[in-house]
Each structure stands twice: as C-alpha cells, then as structure tokens.
C-alpha cells in the first residue's frame, strides 16, 4: 500500500470510528471497483474534506443536513459519527436534526434522531437509565 492510500485509509477510519471498515462505502466500492473507490476516496476524503473553508465540524455539521432530508440512514449514521469525531456537540448535531424538519418533514427529522441515538448507544454515549444522552453539552 502506497503512503498516500495508507493516509487515505487512516483518515477514513479517523473520521467514521467506531464503525467498522467494512461498513463503509469505500469498502462496498472497493468491492465492485478498487482503483475507483480509490478515486472517489481520494476525491472526498483526500481532497474535499481537506478544505479549510469549513472547518471539518461545519463539514461534517452540513453533511448531516443533507443527509437527514435525503433520508439517507446508512450514510447519517457514518457522518453522525463523523460529526462527533470532529467535534460536534449532540446538541449541535440534534439541532441541525431538527433544523431539517422545515425542508424535509417531520419524517426525515424523526429518522435522523433515532439514527443519532443509535450512535450515541454504539460510542456509549447514551444513559439507558434516564433513556437520554450521557451529556448533551458535551463535546
């Protein structure tokens, strides 16, 4: 594996912890076309998410907006990670959640919360006793 795909493959794994490898779209890429799953990671996570514009908060922040209203579960859920990753508060990330209800409907803002709380119970951020975030201010 060349340096490059090796920082490739750290920045990937960085960003979506704690979501397996194997749960990514890179790797469903890969399965169907390396050297274009490398292509397209390059793009995105070489390049794109390399920007300094955003900070890679904001990116995440807005990746799970668009997410949200596209109803896109699978993808939330990796860039909900990501967002926490990168230092996204759970309120933050809920109230982009509800933000999106105005462009997306109640439905989609409905699915993206129950996607956030399964991500929250996967990083053990989740109290199942008060049935509520650990810390809703916390980082």
């Known amino acids: 594996m060349s340096e490059d795909n090796a920082d490739l493959t750290k920045s990937r794994q960085g960003l979506y912890a704690p979501v397996p490898p194997e749960e990514t779209a ?19 996570v070489g390049g ?10 904001e990116r995440q922040l807005c990746t799970v907006a668009a997410l949200t209203v596209m109803r896109a579960r699978d993808e939330l859920r990796l ?12 309120r933050e990330i ?6 999106m ?5 109640a439905p989609s803002c409905v699915q993206a919360l129950q996607v ?7 990083r053990g951020e989740w109290d199942e ?11």
């Open 48 to 57: 794109l998410y390399q920007r300094e514009v955003l900070t890679q908060r």
């Open 116 to 122: 956030l709380r399964e991500c929250l119970k996967e």
């Open 26 to 44: 890179f790797h469903l890429w890969k399965q169907f076309d390396g050297d274009l799953a490398l292509t397209f990671s390059k793009f995105f």
């Open 129 to 139: 006793e008060s049935d509520q975030p650990k810390d809703m201010e916390a980082r």
């Open 79 to 90: 860039h909900v990670h990501g967002a926490r990753n990168r230092g996204a508060s759970v």
């Open 94 to 99: 809920a109230e982009v959640m509800f933000q």
């Open 101 to 105: 209800v105005t462009y997306g409907g």
